[in-house]
């Protein structure tokens, strides 16, 4: 009994760690911030934490195990194993007094045979010594009668110590047949019980630790078939067109590139880069993910890095956010009023005046998210929209003429008599493939003239050799004069 004992506890030990680590591992995947938030928006992703949600609900079905085990098994059989030990202590010791008395018995007896023997030698002697007196023809008939008397006298007494001997013998092999036919029987009847008894709890916790397991096996399973549901509930339709809202730009395509036709008396300019097309160093990467180069690192306040769908879903979520900072702190500025009316009205409530700075504090808080508030929802309106849109739409195209004398701007269109003027110079460290609209491609090594520098956005005004203007990432080029 006591090495199942140890058997079973080292097995909760084992249901217990297993089902800690099983904690340790959903806590490890489970969602964490509002990117985790927004990805619980796919099924796939719903999915999975909902896998986690029924893996840790396992994780707890072990820990009933292992519990269970504990209270119905360990502990009865170490209360049921002390109770044993002693039972079995007291029966040992009753055989051990039955022995003790037999033994004492046996002594006692042959104490009486010794000196039965004794007093009929003494008896025999004595008689012998009458005999001998009597036939002494010297000896008087007062020493005759002497020897006689006392050869009678050890003789009854010899008599009467035989008759104890034969009494305490018969008493010993009476004592003798009770202890080895009925005492040590039943002791020994008693001990084969508790044995049996023993046995017979053992193994109702045998079968007990099979039920145990069963008795949560119907939870296990519900925990396994909603982890298979849950993968059934995945829909790759719905993730993809989800993802496909969350990261579209909201540029319009492009329309058809426009015929530059260069033969009538304008010579073209040929740049060094043209001729040589460098090496392109890499594809930019999709969903904004991390590349060797980005187009903008820094995050603005007003998102205006963000192309127009990103950006009015971070516009209208800050809004919302104020909105809710804003509420919350509204309520908390009327339960101070509300304190306040009542300390007045009460003074022994407490001091009005206590309670100005935490008011103060609330009604700046107010105004500072009133203003941030407005100036999102200024940002969000269609008009501001249209007008950070218009930072990505291509200006007026311009192309450049190059001779030995002099660099001369011509507008495409006759009615703008305002061209702007170069900032600028710069090289392109790297290639962009300006497929947005107003963005413009360059090559690696390219030289560019400056027309507007970056504003803070991470994008810049370039025009090419060829006339083509349009923005790049600010990070693409090195400025050269």
Known sequence: MDRYIKFVKERTDIEQNYAKQLRNLTKKYNKRGNKDDQDCKYSNHAAFQEILKELNDYAGQREVIAESMTTTICTELIKHLQDFKV????????????????????????????????????????TQQAEKIESDTNSTKPDVDKAKQHANVRTHIAEECRTDYAAELQKYNKEQKSHYYSEIPQILNKLQDMDERRIRILAEKYCRFSEIEKNVLSIITKCLDGITAAGKQIDEKKDSKLLIEQHKSGFERPGDVEFEDYTQGVKKAISESSLNPPKVRGKLRLFGKKHKVNFHDAQSE????????????????????????????????????????????????????????????????????????????????????????????????????????????????????????????????????????????????????????????????????????????????????
């Not at 029966?91 to 007896?109: M, Y």
């Not at 919302?320 to 009205?345: C, F, H, R």
């Not at 305002?418 to 790297?430: F, K, N, Q, R, V």
Request: with cysteine.
């Open 87 to 126: 039972e079995r202590k007291n029966h040992l010791l009753d055989v051990k007094k039955a022995q003790q008395n037999l033994d004492s018995a046996f002594k006692h007896l042959e104490t009486i045979k010794k000196r039965s023997a004794k007093e009929w030698a003494e008896a025999e002697k004595a």
């Open 302 to 481: 007003d998102f205006s890095h963000l192309p127009p769908e990103q950006r009015k879903k971070k516009l209208q979520a800050k809004i919302e956010e104020i909105s809710k900072d804003l509420q919350k702190t509204q309520d908390q500025s009327e339960a101070l009023d509300k304190m306040k009316g009542v300390y007045e009205q009460t003074p022994q409530m407490g001091d009005p005046a206590s309670l100005e700075p935490q008011i103060l504090e609330t009604s700046q808080k107010i105004n500072r998210l009133k203003g941030e508030l407005n100036k999102y929802e200024v940002l969000h309106t269609p008009a501001c929209i249209q007008i950070m849109n218009n930072r990505f739409r291509p200006y007026k195209k311009y192309f450049f003429v190059n001779d030995n004398s002099q660099n001369i701007y011509t507008s495409f269109e006759e009615d703008f008599d305002d061209i702007p003027s170069p900032i600028g110079h710069c090289e392109a460290l790297y290639t962009f493939q300006g497929n947005s609209e107003g963005t413009v491609s360059i090559l690696e090594g390219e030289l560019l003239t400056i027309m507007e520098n970056d504003k803070g956005d991470g994008w810049m005004r370039v025009l090419k050799g060829n006339g083509e203007e349009g923005y790049i990432p600010s990070s693409y080029v090195k400025q050269t004069a």
